[in-house]
């Protein structure tokens, strides 16, 4: 199920990394990619995607032990597919503001 169902009403709102308490997307409306609220946002998708490698990585530990147990392999993928949430989002949102040709 996708937390982000439906594309922004214009060109100019940038998706936000981080959801509403009820998890509805949030949208950053600025002509300026470097206003106090982009750079967090810039920020905060960096913390997430460097918290991804390092889910990642802990997530492949789990998985090439044999002796894993089912909590370590749960949380595991509790964290993988949160990381997995963020970066979705991430890519979205950097998606969203590439420029379009008028072609």
Not at 6 to 19: E, G, K, V
Not at 38 to 55: F, K, N, T, Y
Not at 74 to 88: I, M, N, V, W
């Amino acid at each position: 199920m996708s937390t982000h169902n439906a594309a922004p009403p214009t060109d100019t709102l940038r998706l936000l990394p981080w959801t509403t308490p009820d998890g509805k997307p949030c949208y950053l409306s600025t002509d300026n990619d470097h206003s106090r609220l982009s750079l967090l946002a810039d920020d905060v998708e960096a913390a997430q995607l460097d918290s991804g490698e390092q889910v990642l990585a802990g997530a492949r530990a789990v998985l090439a032990d044999p002796k894993a147990g089912e909590r370590a392999v749960r949380f595991a993928l509790t964290r993988a597919t949160e990381s997995l949430s963020d970066t979705l989002r991430i890519a979205v949102s950097r998606g969203e503001r590439i420029p379009r040709s008028h072609t």
